[in-house]
């Protein structure tokens, strides 16, 4: 079974300040891991992913994420906020072993950029 | 860039009527997904779809529920007999293949359509 948990359900940083939303997973196989991004009244659009290879993956909008297998974790991170970045954030992770994975979200992180 | 369309956007309906919900998934992708958000909640699966066929379904998608690929662009999802419970936003995504038939890890979500059962 896989699960994802995301501590914090909203997080406030100033603009400019760096952004850190955590999230770390449990999982019985090795994971693919994601984060999804939703604007208010969007969809869900993909920010970036881990699925094998180099734990430091880059995203779109200067986003970043590393994956830590000792520590089951998959933080966001990006240096300096931009007030276009308030959204909510949603960490998820999936089975490369199935054949049509099911991805499991995490309970979202909402994020607030302060002027 | 190709996109998972949605319609309609929005709907409202009566409860314990029937509702179809319908995705356009991008062309060439072969694997289909549904899933769904109750305000202020997580996303939640619902049910995965290729060949034809289911290949996986939550829990939360009982008798109620159904899923269908009418022709060879169209994905839709049926709600059989509305509840006020299925009051949700319902997204429909879609992925492509890797060789071997397996589906790729990444799935492109649609905008979602915003189910009201009153």
């Known amino acids: 079974a896989q699960s994802v948990t995301q501590l914090g359900s909203h997080v406030s940083v100033s603009e400019g300040a760096l952004v850190l939303l955590r999230c770390n997973y449990s999982?019985?196989?090795?994971?693919?891991l994601f984060w999804y991004v939703q604007y208010p009244n969007q969809g869900l659009q993909l920010l970036l992913k881990?699925?094998?290879?180099?734990?430091l993956v880059k995203g779109i909008n200067g986003f970043e994420a590393e994956f830590k297998k000792s520590e089951t974790s998959f933080h966001l991170t990006k240096p300096s906020a931009h007030m276009s970045d308030a959204a909510e954030y949603f960490c998820?992770?999936?089975?490369?072993?199935?054949?049509?994975?099911?991805?499991?979200f995490g309970s979202g992180t909402r994020l607030s950029i302060r002027p | 860039e190709p996109e998972v369309t949605q319609t309609p956007s929005h709907q409202v309906t009566q409860m314990g009527q029937e509702v179809i919900l319908r995705c356009v998934p991008i062309?060439?992708?072969?694997?289909f997904y549904w899933y769904r958000q109750i305000l202020g909640q997580k996303v939640e699966f619902l049910v995965s779809?290729?060949?034809?066929?289911?290949?996986?379904k939550s829990e939360i998608f009982d008798d109620q529920f159904s899923v269908e690929r009418p022709d060879g662009s169209n994905f839709t999802l049926k709600i059989r007999s509305t509840k006020l419970e299925d009051s949700a936003m319902y997204f429909c995504?879609?992925?492509?293949?890797?060789?071997?038939?397996?589906?790729?890890?990444?799935?492109?979500f649609g905008p979602g359509t915003r189910l009201l059962v009153l």
């Open positions: 995504a879609s992925s492509d293949v890797v060789l071997g038939g397996g589906a790729k890890e990444t799935q492109y």
């Open positions: 999982s019985s196989v090795p994971p693919y």
């Open positions: 881990y699925t094998t290879g180099a734990t």
């Open positions: 998820a992770v999936t089975s490369g072993y199935s054949s049509a994975s099911k991805i499991i």
């Open positions: 062309s060439n992708h072969l694997y």
């Open positions: 779809f290729y060949n034809n066929e289911i290949s996986e």
